[in-house]
């Protein structure tokens, strides 16, 4: 069994930045391709940013310029750092990874913007 373990959620003011990790429980994390999604309240889960095993990266038209998705192989971790946030970035964020096709899930983290 596979887990994803999120965190660095939080509550910024617009135009702020924040950095979100997700940590894998095995050590061959890299292998998979890793991704981003978020669901804001009465909305579809969207997803953010796609990083593969090759090292392609991919981003949401919403979010592109503004976050990066990155990964540390060593930690078994990818990362999503999200700059000049706005309001309509408020969501829950979720890690994700097909492995061995399951798909896994993380618990999410709450991102909100405000001022």
């Known amino acids: 069994q596979v887990q994803l373990v999120e965190s660095g959620g939080g509550l910024v003011q617009p135009g702020g930045s924040l950095r979100l990790s997700c940590a894998a429980s095995?050590?061959?994390?890299?292998?998979?391709?890793k991704a981003w999604y978020r669901q804001a309240p009465g909305k579809q889960r969207e997803l953010v940013a796609l990083s593969t095993s090759s090292g392609t990266t991919t981003y949401a038209d919403s979010v592109k310029g503004r976050f990066t998705i990155s990964r540390d192989n060593a930690k078994n971790t990818v990362y999503l750092q999200m700059n000049s946030l706005k309001p309509e970035d408020t969501a829950v964020y979720y890690c994700?990874?097909?492995?061995?096709?399951?798909?896994?899930w993380g618990q999410g983290t709450q991102v909100t913007v405000s001022s």
């Open positions: 095995i050590s061959t994390f890299n292998l998979y391709d």
């Open positions: 994700n990874s097909k492995i061995s096709t399951i798909n896994y």
